[in-house]
């Protein structure tokens, strides 16, 4: 049984609090956040400290906290040559401190303090900056997750950028959408079906095959009519530059 620290306190490391608390195969020894309160609805008080000294013994520590803390926290262990991992997509392996062993543990999912995730189907990408290293974390990844890969920095860079644009941008979308139904009183319930008939045609089908709509066929008749139509003026650029794009993607 693997022995497990998490340091942090927001919605990826509380994620990986409720998945490493019932699993089987993961001892979770211990919690390290500044504010453990946050933590105590998922979480013994016992099982939290907030000092970097008190951090007890394990087989990984997860640095689970912004982007930009990273670095700071991994110098801030007291401890040598423990194999300590970050959750991020966009930091590379080196930015831990070198004292330590150091991997990366990131699970490719938009997560949200109060929606559940299946972790089964969450691909968790891993590196280590030591052969012997990666089969724990591999060991650790299999025992939460059925989808396991191995993705360097450089690939996780990449991964990072392309996740951005089919979550956080598509969720953008979304916000225009509700928008617009806001501004002409009608539910954005109505649109849902359409939400989700998109997203399964993604699983199904190559994007480029599934792109359907008037800026694929060149109406535009109707791309005028939409222009036209919208009085926001950031609403309007989105539609032009996003319309410009898929014609372009369909020159190719």
Do not use: W
């Not at 920095?153 to 139904?181: D, I, P, T, W």
């Amino acid at each position: 049984m693997l022995k497990v620290v998490v340091i942090g306190s927001g919605n990826v490391a509380q994620h990986l609090i409720s998945v490493f608390k019932d699993s089987e195969a993961v001892q979770l020894v211990q919690v390290y956040a500044r504010n453990p309160e946050s933590l105590y609805h998922i979480i013994d008080k016992e099982k939290t400290t907030t000092s970097f000294e008190d951090i007890i013994d394990a087989d990984i520590y997860i640095i689970s906290v912004t982007d930009d803390a990273i670095a700071q926290v991994s110098s801030s262990l007291p401890f040598t040559n423990k194999l300590v991992v970050h959750t991020s997509g966009s930091v590379s392996l080196e930015q831990l401190n070198s004292k330590n062993r150091r991997g990366v543990f990131y699970p490719l999912q938009t997560f949200s303090k109060n929606k559940a995730v299946n972790f089964k189907t969450v691909p968790l990408c891993l590196e280590s900056e030591f052969v012997k290293d990666y089969s724990i974390l591999e060991q650790l990844a299999n025992s939460i997750s059925q989808s396991v890969y191995d993705i360097s920095s450089e690939q996780r860079k990449a991964l990072h950028v392309a996740a951005v644009f089919v979550s956080n941008f598509v969720n953008h979308m979304y916000v225009q959408g509700k928008n617009v139904c806001d501004e002409h009183n009608i539910p954005f319930d109505i649109l849902k079906p359409l939400i989700f008939e998109t997203a399964d045609k993604a699983q199904q089908m190559d994007p480029i095959v599934a792109q359907t709509g008037p800026a694929v066929r060149n109406d535009k008749q109707t791309i005028d009519k939409h222009i036209d139509f919208i009085n926001n003026d950031t609403q309007k650029e989105i539609y032009k530059l996003i319309t410009q794009s898929i014609q372009n993607v369909k020159k190719l």
